[in-house]
C-alpha cells in the first residue's frame, strides 16, 4: 500500500539532545512538509522541499534542520537550540502541485522533552 | 496578519443542524484550496477539494469567492460524527507551492 509512514509514533528527548523524526513516502511525491501543532492550535509550516536537494524554511524554522537527499526521505531533527519542542510533528507529502492537488499526512509523532 | 485566517469557534450545534465555516485567505496568489478534518490527536485527512464553481459532496457544500479572498463549508443535518476540528488549506503557487494552513474551527454536534 502506498502512504506516508512517520517514525516513531512517541519519542522522548532530555534537554540539550538532538532528535530526529522520520517521514518516508512511497507516493512518488515531489513535494514534502514538517508542520508542528501545539494543544489547541494549527499547524504551523517548519521547512518544507519540493525537490531532491532543496528545501525551504516555513514560519518556524527556528531550531531546527531537515535534509531531502532522496525523493522519498525528509527527516527532521529537532536540535537542543529548539526551547520549546513538546509538540505534535506532522509530515506531509503532495504531487506536483496543480488544480486540486491535495497533501497526505503521516500519523505524526509525539515529541516529549523529560 | 496571517495568511490564512479562520474563525476558532467552538461551534456547538444540535444533530440535524445546518452549520457553515468561513476562512479567509491574504495572498492573492493562492491557487487551490482545501478542507482537511482532524480528529482528537490524529492527523489531518483531506475531507474535500474546493473548485472556484462550488462543489459539492453529500451534505457537504464548499465554495470559493476569489474576489474576496475567502472559502466556505457548509454541514447540513449535522450528524455527531462530524465532530471535529475542520481546517483551510491553501496552496499557494501554480507549480510547486507553499501549503498554508489555518487554524482550524472546532466543531461539536451534540445529541
Known amino acids: 500500500d502506498g502512504g506516508i509512514t512517520q517514525s516513531p509514533k512517541y519519542l522522548f528527548r532530555k534537554e540539550g539532545q538532538n532528535v530526529t523524526l522520520s517521514c518516508e513516502q512511497n507516493?512518488?511525491?515531489?513535494?514534502m512538509y514538517w508542520y508542528r501543532q501545539d494543544p489547541g492550535q494549527g499547524l504551523r509550516l517548519i521547512y518544507y522541499?519540493?525537490?531532491?536537494?532543496?528545501?525551504q524554511k516555513g514560519d518556524i524554522a527556528e531550531g531546527y534542520s531537515v535534509s531531502r537527499e532522496k525523493k522519498e526521505s525528509f527527516p527532521l531533527t529537532v536540535t537542543s537550540a529548539q526551547k520549546n519542542p513538546t509538540a505534535f510533528y506532522l509530515c506531509?507529502?503532495?504531487?506536483?502541485?496543480?488544480?486540486?492537488?491535495?497533501?497526505?499526512f503521516g500519523q505524526g509523532t509525539r515529541l516529549t522533552v523529560v | 496578519r496571517k495568511e490564512v485566517e479562520q474563525d476558532p469557534g467552538p461551534f456547538n450545534v444540535p444533530e440535524g443542524a445546518t452549520v457553515a465555516f468561513n476562512c479567509t485567505y491574504s495572498?492573492?496568489?493562492?491557487?487551490?484550496f482545501f478542507w482537511y478534518r482532524q480528529d482528537c490527536r490524529k492527523e489531518p485527512k483531506l475531507l474535500m477539494s474546493?473548485?472556484?464553481s462550488g462543489n459539492e459532496d453529500g451534505r457537504f457544500t464548499a465554495q470559493l469567492n476569489r474576489a474576496s479572498q475567502y472559502i466556505s463549508l457548509l454541514i447540513r443535518d449535522s450528524k455527531l460524527s462530524d465532530s471535529a476540528t475542520y481546517l483551510c488549506?491553501?496552496?499557494?503557487?501554480?507549480?510547486?507551492?507553499?501549503?498554508?494552513f489555518g487554524q482550524g474551527t472546532i466543531l461539536t454536534v451534540h445529541p
Open positions: 506531509a507529502s503532495s504531487p506536483r502541485p496543480g488544480a486540486g492537488t491535495e497533501a497526505f
Open positions: 507516493l512518488n511525491h515531489d513535494a
Open positions: 522541499s519540493q525537490i531532491v536537494n532543496d528545501f
Open positions: 495572498n492573492s496568489a493562492s491557487q487551490s
Open positions: 474546493v473548485y472556484s
Open positions: 488549506v491553501v496552496l499557494r503557487g501554480t507549480s510547486y507551492g507553499k501549503l498554508t
